[in-house]
């Protein structure tokens, strides 16, 4: 999807690598690489390719090959991002270390003097990839990832990344020619990104500054005619819905919405999917429901019997998107797949399921003509999920699904574990089986003694039971021979459990100092306005 934007943009030398996509261009196309693409994280712009076998090799190519008073001064504040794919670099930060002691050093020697390394915010952003021994040096011409689009004001758990939702509303063809409903919102990433395709506004609107702009060579003039530019945006004729069960989650989608300036276009409401109704007119369905990992349900699987038969009575006619992680809450959906796109949600082995809603039987279906769309991406030519689920394991060091415990749903009011590996007791281990194991000489010896001191109720001699009661009876006379009022004194080195002082008032260090009586306690902002 990124190739086919830069292609719109007008891109030349676009090549899909892995993760990634090149391309070439002059400046103008940088800036509106970066103001327009919806399915980048950010725009890098090499200035050194080259090879090398360690990271002290690394420094000197970067000191010496490349002249940083083109791109920075002593007082431009930077910082090094590093990713690795090496079997010679085992340590991403040492690399991004030895690149920044390179340029430090490159200055100290020239000018006695290191520019300053800043994490947050910093004037030049460099960024070093390294694939085995092919190492590239780039500039960072985007600064915060351009996921942030800006309209974000709060969001909810887990929420769906801006720049994934753009790519999703792709591969589906949106371009806002019906209406879009997301039952299952969340924070309205969804139907916000959807109303931006819509009307062909450039997701970088909404950002306060791009890392280009510090440069020393940045274009104010070129860069503002880009951002005012607004003659390819067009009008929406549809209307776009999102729904959620929860509260909070409609409050920050339609505070999203607003944020946005589309509260027009989109209409946020509080709706449970099984109280879900058919749309007026045609509509398309993308929507992220919860798959167990980050965010759950009561029951889970439920949910997904919910989803496909809301599509079946009340989405007719129409085609439906669904995102999810696990074999078993697409089954649940009971529908057969048209389209199953894989894809990753963060770490997690993703598919995007396409389901075509028709009335009738599908034999009916074919019978009038009607194909299901099986172009994008056919059934058969997917990677199966057990198979991505390993190598992302391996991309990402997380353990494979055996490996970790799983997570038990309420499924019918019984609780289950996904598969056919469920808890299963070990009869050779249990004593409530039918049949019990011989007992051990030991567990033989503990019963008799057990059953022995039942049957004797208080003690196994008559001369222990007068010990006891006299032990009984000379407490009791010392007790009554007490003066009336008298306390018993403890003994005065007795010390405060906190502090390690002698205890001599009752109230603790902890209770003195929320009194007020250490000094300078509570002197933070609440402490400032009484003072005021």
């Given at each position: 999807?990124?190739?086919?934007?830069?292609?719109?943009?007008?891109?030349?030398?676009?090549?899909?690598?892995?993760?990634?996509?090149?391309?070439?261009?002059?400046?103008?196309?940088?800036?509106?690489?970066?103001?327009?693409?919806?399915?980048?994280?950010?725009?890098?712009?090499?200035?050194?390719?080259?090879?090398?076998?360690?990271?002290?090799?690394?420094?000197?190519?970067?000191?010496?090959?490349?002249?940083?008073?083109?791109?920075?001064?002593?007082?431009?504040?930077?910082?090094?991002?590093?990713?690795?794919?090496?079997?010679?670099?085992?340590?991403?930060?040492?690399?991004?270390?030895?690149?920044?002691?390179?340029?430090?050093?490159?200055?100290?020697?020239?000018?006695?003097?290191?520019?300053?390394?800043?994490?947050?915010?910093?004037?030049?952003?460099?960024?070093?990839?390294?694939?085995?021994?092919?190492?590239?040096?780039?500039?960072?011409?985007?600064?915060?990832?351009?996921?942030?689009?800006?309209?974000?004001?709060?969001?909810?758990?887990?929420?769906?990344?801006?720049?994934?939702?753009?790519?999703?509303?792709?591969?589906?063809?949106?371009?806002?020619?019906?209406?879009?409903?997301?039952?299952?919102?969340?924070?309205?990433?969804?139907?916000?990104?959807?109303?931006?395709?819509?009307?062909?506004?450039?997701?970088?609107?909404?950002?306060?500054?791009?890392?280009?702009?510090?440069?020393?060579?940045?274009?104010?003039?070129?860069?503002?005619?880009?951002?005012?530019?607004?003659?390819?945006?067009?009008?929406?004729?549809?209307?776009?819905?999102?729904?959620?069960?929860?509260?909070?989650?409609?409050?920050?989608?339609?505070?999203?919405?607003?944020?946005?300036?589309?509260?027009?276009?989109?209409?946020?409401?509080?709706?449970?999917?099984?109280?879900?109704?058919?749309?007026?007119?045609?509509?398309?369905?993308?929507?992220?429901?919860?798959?167990?990992?980050?965010?759950?349900?009561?029951?889970?699987?439920?949910?997904?019997?919910?989803?496909?038969?809301?599509?079946?009575?009340?989405?007719?006619?129409?085609?439906?998107?669904?995102?999810?992680?696990?074999?078993?809450?697409?089954?649940?959906?009971?529908?057969?797949?048209?389209?199953?796109?894989?894809?990753?949600?963060?770490?997690?082995?993703?598919?995007?399921?396409?389901?075509?809603?028709?009335?009738?039987k599908f034999k009916e279906f074919r019978e009038s003509g009607e194909e299901l769309d099986k172009s994008e991406r056919p059934m058969?030519?997917?990677?199966?999920?057990?198979?991505?689920?390993?190598?992302?394991?391996?991309?990402?060091?997380?353990?494979?699904?055996?490996?970790?415990?799983?997570?038990?749903?309420?499924?019918?009011?019984?609780?289950?574990?996904?598969?056919?590996?469920?808890?299963?007791?070990?009869?050779?281990?249990?004593?409530?089986?039918?049949?019990?194991?011989?007992?051990?000489?030991?567990?033989?010896?503990?019963?008799?003694?057990?059953?022995?001191?039942?049957?004797?109720?208080?003690?196994?001699?008559?001369?222990?039971?007068?010990?006891?009661?006299?032990?009984?009876?000379?407490?009791?006379?010392?007790?009554?021979?007490?003066?009336?009022?008298?306390?018993?004194?403890?003994?005065?080195?007795?010390?405060?459990?906190?502090?390690?002082?002698?205890?001599?008032?009752?109230?603790?260090?902890?209770?003195?100092?929320?009194?007020?009586?250490?000094?300078?306690?509570?002197?933070?902002?609440?402490?400032?306005?009484?003072?005021?």
């Amino acid at each position: 999807m990124l190739a086919k934007e830069l292609i719109e943009l007008g891109a030349d030398d676009i090549q899909i690598g892995r993760r990634m996509v090149s391309f070439t261009g002059d400046k103008r196309m940088m800036y509106r690489a970066n103001f327009h693409l919806r399915t980048a994280i950010r725009v890098l712009k090499p200035i050194l390719h080259f090879n090398a076998k360690d990271a002290d090799e690394i420094y000197d190519i970067v000191k010496k090959r490349i002249q940083w008073e083109d791109y920075m001064t002593v007082n431009t504040s930077f910082a090094v991002d590093s990713v690795v794919y090496s079997d010679e670099f085992r340590h991403s930060k040492f690399v991004a270390y030895r690149v920044k002691d390179a340029i430090a050093d490159y200055f100290r020697e020239k000018e006695g003097k290191r520019p300053s390394v800043q994490v947050t915010n910093p004037d030049i952003t460099l960024h070093i990839h390294i694939a085995q021994e092919r190492c590239t040096l780039s500039l960072d011409s985007s600064g915060e990832s351009l996921h942030r689009r800006g309209y974000r004001q709060e969001a909810v758990e887990a929420p769906l990344n801006e720049v994934l939702a753009a790519g999703m509303l792709l591969q589906t063809g949106w371009k806002g020619e019906t209406d879009f409903v997301d039952p299952m919102c969340g924070s309205g990433t969804l139907p916000i990104e959807a109303a931006l395709i819509a009307r062909n506004i450039a997701p970088g609107v909404f950002r306060k500054e791009f890392a280009f702009e510090k440069w020393a060579d940045f274009d104010q003039e070129m860069f503002d005619e880009i951002y005012n530019d607004d003659s390819a945006e067009r009008e929406f004729e549809h209307h776009i819905y999102g729904y959620d069960i929860d509260w909070k989650a409609v409050n920050i989608a339609t505070n999203n919405v607003r944020a946005a300036g589309l509260s027009k276009d989109i209409t946020i409401e509080r709706r449970d999917m099984a109280d879900f109704v058919e749309m007026e007119g045609p509509a398309l369905m993308v929507t992220n429901p919860p798959y167990g990992e980050r965010i759950t349900t009561d029951d889970l699987l439920g949910l997904y019997r919910t989803i496909g038969e809301r599509l079946k009575h009340a989405f007719k006619g129409n085609d439906a998107w669904v995102l999810s992680y696990r074999k078993e809450c697409f089954d649940k959906i009971g529908l057969k797949a048209s389209v199953i796109i894989p894809l990753y949600n963060g770490a997690l082995p993703c598919e995007m399921r396409k389901y075509e809603l028709f009335d009738g039987k599908f034999k009916e279906f074919r019978e009038s003509g009607e194909e299901l769309d099986k172009s994008e991406r056919p059934m058969a030519e997917r990677r199966p999920l057990r198979e991505r689920e390993e190598r992302a394991a391996k991309a990402f060091g997380m353990k494979r699904e055996e490996e970790r415990p799983r997570r038990r749903f309420n499924d019918d009011n019984r609780g289950r574990s996904f598969g056919d590996d469920r808890r299963k007791f070990n009869d050779d281990n249990r004593r409530f089986n039918d049949e019990r194991r011989p007992l051990s000489k030991r567990e033989m010896a503990e019963r008799n003694d057990s059953e022995r001191y039942a049957e004797d109720t208080n003690y196994s001699s008559l001369y222990e039971r007068h010990h006891e009661f006299a032990k009984m009876q000379a407490a009791r006379e010392r007790t009554a021979a007490r003066p009336q009022g008298e306390k018993r004194e403890f003994r005065s080195e007795k010390r405060d459990f906190r502090g390690g002082k002698p205890a001599g008032d009752k109230r603790s260090q902890r209770a003195q100092r929320f009194a007020g009586s250490k000094p300078g306690f509570n002197k933070g902002r609440a402490g400032k306005k009484r003072e005021e």
